[in-house]
């Protein structure tokens, strides 16, 4: 009888790339070579795409390799040729279309003087308005595969966006009080007696995250209440140790029951009731992990004008880059040296534009590519 089975929740088709280089390096390297390659069928010709792509390239090494007071406005502009091009890749605009003045940024922003960077206001205008394409909510939709669910510009705080900003979740936490909504989760098809079911090991103080958002009853175990033959079945399944897990939480779906006869059949129905579950917020992280391991990301529905739904990280990102752009360039008096705006400004710009980077060359290519620099 199985007593553990593993076996990867989600989107898991992704190809994967050691290199020696530098990240920033190589994940251009691969961005650039898209132009020399068949295109996956769907998808426009890449070379027609090139031009953005290239300028996306100039603006990131520029901002790479500056200081981040003006590295903050390049980003910007780096993502939003990044956008164009993969919009364009999809086939949601045509070329020709990007050559004129139809494709509009989708953002504003009128002066304010906020209490604090993460109050700062910024607008989001729906996909087309009249003859014009938005390109930030039109981004959202082809990215996502689902429509934006606002028809009328609607008006948030950066803050409302932030808790999916993951490489600067410390500064976030400890400056603005602002918590994580991405949750980092492994999987496990357990069984004991004749019992059946599925288990994610998740952190303890996110385990409410997920349990909020899914439409499935989920039983959570902390690890500090398991019984042994849990802990052995994860020791065991993923080589870990009690260090490991001692913060983790087993989340729990109903137990289903099974006979000799069809074990591996109930093993397979609870199989495709877990993907069922948690498929739509799932995503593969933007860096290699070790296939032992099989991390993947669960990112909770996000709540706007009192609407929840699905949301990407590196949607959170881009639209940072906006305000930081916004602000750098009207506002500069906003991020006075050695204050938490600056501090939190620069982690973001030394760290978040690699992972988005990540997630671009991962939208971009199928079978999604990630990077090991090793």
Known sequence: MLQWKRAP????QYSQIDSTCPPEVMLWQELVMLRH????????DAKLIAPWIDQAKTYFQDAHSA??????LLYYYCFLNLAKAYLATKQAITVEELKTSRIQHGLSSIPHDPDQLVDFEINIHPPKRGGTVNLFASFYEVLLGEKW???????????DVMAYCRDISVELANFYGI??????????YRSSGNKVWHELSVAC????????????????VPYVSAEEEDKRAWYEAYDYCEGILSNSCFLRTEALEFSPDNEEEVFQTVEVLANRTYAPYLLPTPYVVPE???????VSNIVMKEQSFRWHPMLSDYLFAFVLSTVLRYQPYMLPSNSKPSFTAE??????????????LMALTSPSVRVKCV
């Open 9 to 12: 929740i989600g989107d898991r």
């Open 37 to 44: 390659l068949n295109c996956p069928e769907g998808t426009a």
């Open 67 to 72: 200081n981040w007071r003006s590295g903050g």
């Open 149 to 159: 669910p606002f028809q009328e510009m609607i008006s948030i705080k950066i803050r």
């Open 179 to 188: 918590s994580k909504m991405l949750v980092d989760v492994v999987s496990l």
């Open 205 to 220: 103080d996110a385990a409410d995250i997920l349990r909020s958002t899914v439409n499935t009853k989920l039983h959570a």
């Open 292 to 298: 032992a391991i099989e991390v993947v990301t669960f």
């Open 347 to 360: 982690a973001w710009c030394n760290q978040s534009p690699i992972s988005s980077l990540r997630y671009f």
